[in-house]
DNA sequence: TATTGTTATACTCTATAACTATA
DNA sequence: TATAGTTATAGAGTATAACAATA
């Protein structure tokens, strides 16, 4: 390395420095609410990129998950429990059973409601994604311990009523 | 209680037991992914109800304080620090500096960029929304000691980088 | 009267690409 | 050539209000 060069290095040092100088973030490492919004983008890019294959957002996959747990279960129903209003769900189930993954059957007791279930193409698809959907929780826990990962789960689910 | 208000709240329970029956979460409850947007949906509207006398976003409140900590940072390094684009930024700050709470002032050194400062005007804004900031984190951490709010901090930490 | 699904509509947040003025 | 700010534009995601069918 000649003179020069280090010179440019250092230089380049302190312009990192001055950069990281210029990069506190003074109060906001105080608010959890931030900490909470930086996760939760990063889960939600990580979440795009290891389903890229898939072509599903995570409240879709929510909702396949709730018609797998809940055979039946009715859109509004549904909507609450995911905290979606059912307007919003209307599309995203039109989307998803325009795929085949999801079936409106008509309700046995009620005929103003739709009841919802996992078509076999949708088990299927819940099975194929699995692995991706395995990296990508991998990929949030990587720093995490499990029990550290079960820990943040527990105080996460302390903010959000049930 | 008569017998019939007995029966009546009995088949209310049971309706109730049916409900959550069909609000079973299934595979959601565990994903790390699932608590985390949960919690931050949680955020986001409490930061809305606390802060609607400030009409202040998160986001426009992380640039405030970055501004604060950070006087006569760029546009752009303000946006990496917040994983924010510089398009994006550019109407944040816009509605921010029609209200005076931040001023571009001309770099010294460049002249293509801005140096972000917060106004007086911005730093009375920050100290009269402190108490309404308060309550909305203390409403977030309702359920956690302080050292579980401090760990939360951390493991959240651990899941988006720096 | 109240509720389910639906539609129309609008608002927020965000990113990509291309432009301009500087470096 | 590369970078800072900007603009135009588009895509998600979401909510509110109102309507028809049904309870």
Known sequence: ???????????AEEAEERADAERNRGRLLGLLG???????????????AHM????????QLGVLLMAEANPGINQT??????????????AMIDLLESRALVARTP?????????LK??????????????RLARHE???????????????MDLLARIAPS
């Open 118 to 131: 996992l078509t076999r193409q949708g088990e299927a698809f819940l099975k194929a994604m699995q692995p």
């Open 107 to 115: 309700s046995a007791t009620d005929r103003r409601s739709h009841a």
């Open 77 to 90: 129903r549904l909507g609450k429990a995911l905290g979606i209003d059912r307007s919003t769900l209307v």
């Open 52 to 59: 890229a294959e898939d072509r599903i957002s995570p409240g």
């Open 138 to 152: 991998a990929e949030l826990a990587r720093n995490l311990s499990a029990a550290e990962r079960r820990l943040l």
């Open 34 to 48: 931030y900490f909470l919004r930086r996760a939760d983008v990063y889960t939600f890019q990580s979440f795009n």
């Open 1 to 11: 390395m000649t003179e020069k060069a280090v010179a440019r290095s250092r230089g």
